[in-house]
T-cell receptor
Framework: DVKVTQSSRYLVKRTGEKVFLECVQD?????MFWYRQDPGLGLRLIYF???????EKGDIPEGYSVSREKKERFSLILESASTNQTSMYLC???????????FGSGTQLSVL | GESVGLHLPTLSVQEGDNSIINCAYS??????FIWYKQESGKGPQFIID?????DKRQGQRVTVLLNKTVKHLSLQIAATQPGDSAVYFC??????????FGGGTRLMVKP
């Protein structure tokens, strides 16, 4: 089975802190994605990556950046966390041959 | 842009009954559709998918129906169990090969 692992289930950070969310997948997938999930708004795409060192903005990239130095790892960075970035963050991956996404368990981030 | 929506935000069913969760989509060019289940505190899990050249696909206790004429997708769960309680999302794959997700429907199973 595909395993997408997010390093933290819960994080509490302070406003202005730099925050790193890590995601690792074990199926050699080329594509990786970061979403945020908020009540009533569904899943919104922040950034995605087609391959190593490649990144593309999603629908809501403001306030975020990403890093993909290795194929299996995709990091989401909040340069200066703000309270409106309190949310559930979901990482996903997929092969280029298929449309199906495989999700991690999510990281619930609270910015105080 | 395209939208994928659900008719009911919450669905409550009796254990043992069949459940039907509906989804409307607006992009007639979408060629692939997928349903996910998300339990509390977990990430979305794949349930079933269907391509636009099909009308129906069955899995274990689940069936997805696609009506391209009215751009409607539904997920049917047979003999609903307490473990089926979750939020269910539909998503469509658009021309850019990206999944667009609906807002989700919460399924509550009454014992």
């Amino acid at each position: 089975d595909v395993k997408v692992t997010q390093s933290s289930r819960y994080l509490v950070k302070r406003t202005g802190e730099k925050v790193f969310l890590e995601c690792v997948q074990d199926m050699d997938h080329e594509n990786m994605f970061w979403y945020r999930q908020d009540p009533g708004l569904g899943l919104r795409l922040i950034y995605f990556s087609y391959d190593v060192k490649m990144k593309e903005k999603g629908d809501i990239p403001e306030g975020y950046s990403v890093s993909r130095e290795k194929k299996e790892r995709f990091s989401l960075i909040l340069e200066s966390a703000s309270t409106n970035q309190t949310s559930m963050y979901l990482c996903a991956s997929r092969s280029t041959r298929y449309e199906k996404l495989f999700f991690g368990s999510g990281t619930q981030l609270s910015v105080l | 842009g395209e939208s994928v929506g659900l008719h009911l935000p919450t669905l409550s069913v009796q254990e043992g009954d069949n459940s039907i969760i509906n989804c409307a989509y607006s992009n007639s060019a979408s060629d692939y559709f997928i349903w996910y289940k998300q339990e509390s505190g977990k990430g979305p899990q794949f349930i079933i998918d269907i391509r636009s050249n099909m009308d129906k696909r069955q899995g274990q206790r689940v069936t997805v129906l696609l009506n391209k004429t009215v751009k409607h997708l539904s997920l049917q769960i047979a003999a609903t169990q307490p473990g089926d309680s979750a939020v269910y999302f539909c998503a469509e794959n658009n021309a850019g090969n990206m999944l667009t997700f609906g807002g989700g429907t919460r399924l509550m199973v009454k014992p």
